[in-house]
């Protein structure tokens, strides 16, 4: 049998055929989720990339391989490539995480608050600690009833040197989160440091524990809702930035 012949049993050949374009976008969608769990989402009514974070998240120092982590190096190449990609229309930010480094995590929260493409997040199960600021970052946020999101000072892990220029450190990390949540929501300064220092909520520790509907009313998170509901908000933000894109070259077309 020559090399070019194929062996056929009813209607399967044998032979391996190269994967069309379709095929090869879901294979590789297919490895986006099984090694970052992120995916691409292709629809009339826009193309969403889906992107979670889940477990700690991590930054500088490399956590224990036993825990489950959302490595900033990988999210932030991702922000990049969906800000420049023309294919993606809009970013899915699903949430369930116990927090993590807290620069690591204003670092993602400041690049998805920056971007021009329209964004919504979803927090499912808990968007604890520096979660807070990444649920918040984006255009419109939502919670499911059950999901809860902690408030509490910031901390810090190793060598701490007793001297008043700690605190004062602590005291500046810890307004740069007040100042980010107060600013892409509707909480205010003084109720979010209300919340931060609250005590007897939280045991050995200070803070708050809010359920979906609380952080909904306190105004740290716009809606309550689930997935159909995060999913046709970002498609109506979707037709509202391609309308108002539409107009605009309309109106460049008239003036030359």
Known sequence: MSEESKVTFGKVHVDEEPLDTKDKKASEN???IKELGNAAISNP???????????QIEGHMVLPPQNKTTKYEHVIPQLVAIEENNEIDGLLLILNTVGGDVEAGL???EMIASMSKPTVSLVLGGGHSIGVPMAVSTDFSFIAPSATMTIHPIRLNGMIIGVPQTYEYFDKMQERVVQFVSKNSGITKERFR???????????????VLFGEEAVKNGLINDLGGLSDA??????????????????????????
């Open 231 to 256: 999913l046709k908000k970002l498609y109506e933000l979707i037709k509202e930035a391609r309308e108002k894109n539409n107009l605009a070259n309309r109106e460049s077309v008239n003036l030359q």
């Open 45 to 55: 009514k826009g193309n969403i990339h889906c992107l979670t974070i889940i477990g």
């Open 30 to 32: 297919l490895e986006g």
């Open 107 to 109: 670092a993602i929260a």
């Open 194 to 208: 209300e919340l931060m220092l609250k005590t007897g909520e939280l045991a050995n520790d200070v803070g708050t």
